[in-house]
């Protein structure tokens, strides 16, 4: 089954602790990128990658990282979280960045 | 003026009723078109592209006036499966985002 997967799924954590949200597509798709989604501002792009070792910043990367080591994975990190990173986050994949994306299940972060 | 604009509603309608949503962009080179539906605390779905000479899948259709720098989105014989959040998104290669995300269109389909 054609899908994105994204790990944890629910994460409560503390202030300095870092932490990865990782992300796996099996569908050979070229484009991945990180959202967050929060009420009354809508998603937001965080990271893009356009392929392999090629990643750029979105509108809000501020207090994240991302890596594109191989072509299925895309980890989200938080080197030091803060309670304003507190959000539902999503990883999407398509095939190029043609904008028919394919969205995770969500992973929904309480920083504390 | 915001990128991407979408009234945010709610759109509260009578099941079997036409609905119609716009969505208004900034960037004059936008070059393609998207309406993706998120069920409430789920992922979004694309639901389809929007084509400059329009497009239709069912009970949905979507227009685009570039003219007017707006695509719209109409539902006819609204189900009670069509409440929903519909977010439209616009891809231009310019700027920090190629696709940006309007905030959402929330639709409620009532008995």
């Known amino acids: 089954e054609a899908q994105v997967t994204q790990n944890p799924r629910y994460l409560i954590t503390v202030t300095g602790k870092k932490l990865t949200v990782t992300c796996s597509q099996n569908?050979?798709?070229?484009?991945m990128s990180w959202y967050r989604q929060d009420p009354g501002l809508g998603l937001r792009q965080i990271y893009y990658?356009?392929?392999?070792?090629?990643?750029d910043k979105g509108d809000v990367p501020e207090g994240y990282k991302v890596s594109r080591k191989e072509k299925r994975n895309f980890p989200l990190i938080l080197e030091s979280p803060s309670p304003n990173q507190t959000s539902l986050y999503f990883c999407a994949s398509s095939l190029m960045a043609t904008g028919e994306l394919f969205f995770g299940e969500g992973s929904r972060l309480t920083v504390l | 003026r915001k990128e991407v604009e979408q009234d945010p509603g709610p759109f509260n309608v009578p099941e079997g009723a036409t609905v119609a949503f716009n969505c208004t962009y900034s960037n004059s080179a936008s070059q393609s078109f998207f309406w993706y539906r998120q069920d409430c605390r789920k992922e979004p779905k694309l639901l389809m592209s929007v084509y400059s000479s329009g497009n239709e899948d069912g009970r949905f259709t979507a227009q685009l006036n570039r003219a007017s720098q707006y695509i719209s989105l109409l539902i006819r014989d609204s189900k009670l499966s069509d409440s929903a959040t519909y977010l439209c998104?616009?891809?231009?290669?310019?700027?920090?985002?190629?696709?940006?995300f309007g905030k959402g269109t929330r639709l409620s389909v009532i008995a």
């Open positions: 990658s356009m392929n392999v070792e090629v990643t």
């Open positions: 998104a616009v891809l231009s290669y310019s700027g920090n985002t190629p696709l940006v």
């Open positions: 569908m050979n798709h070229e484009y």
